[in-house]
């Protein structure tokens, strides 16, 4: 998929619970960004698309003072875990726990779920 055209389908897809989606980076098949939420707190977004695929994806998710709430990846080093490569930091980076969300969407679902 095309950072272009992800970038649209997040606008369409979560519009009414972002504030400002600042692109950092659209390149290719490579997107970076930042999803402001009502409530301060901001997503910070990192995919990597082959086509159809989401190879690579890392969502983090910041208090209004950029301190971590819950950050999502799939970086292949925790390899303990029963998600491998799926795992969540909780509160920090240390506190790893096992992850079912793969995905903006899932991820949103929680967030949104948050505030």
Do not use: C
Not at 29 to 41: E, F
Not at 52 to 57: D, F, I, Q, T, V
Not at 63 to 69: D, I, W, Y
Not at 75 to 98: C, D
């Amino acid at each position: 998929m095309l950072a272009t055209e992800r970038l649209i389908e997040i606008e369409t897809n979560f519009s009414e619970s972002v504030t400002r989606i600042v692109p950092v980076e659209l390149d290719g098949q490579t997107l970076r960004l930042v999803l402001h939420l009502r409530d301060g707190t901001n997503v910070r977004v990192t995919e990597q698309w082959s086509g159809s695929l989401l190879e690579r994806y890392s969502y983090y998710w910041l208090t209004p003072t950029n301190e971590l709430k819950v950050g999502w990846d799939n970086a292949p080093h925790h390899t303990r875990l029963e998600t491998y490569p799926h795992h969540k930091h909780v509160g920090r980076k240390e506190n790893l726990q096992p992850s079912s969300e793969t995905n903006l969407e899932e991820v949103m679902k929680v967030v949104l779920a948050d505030i």
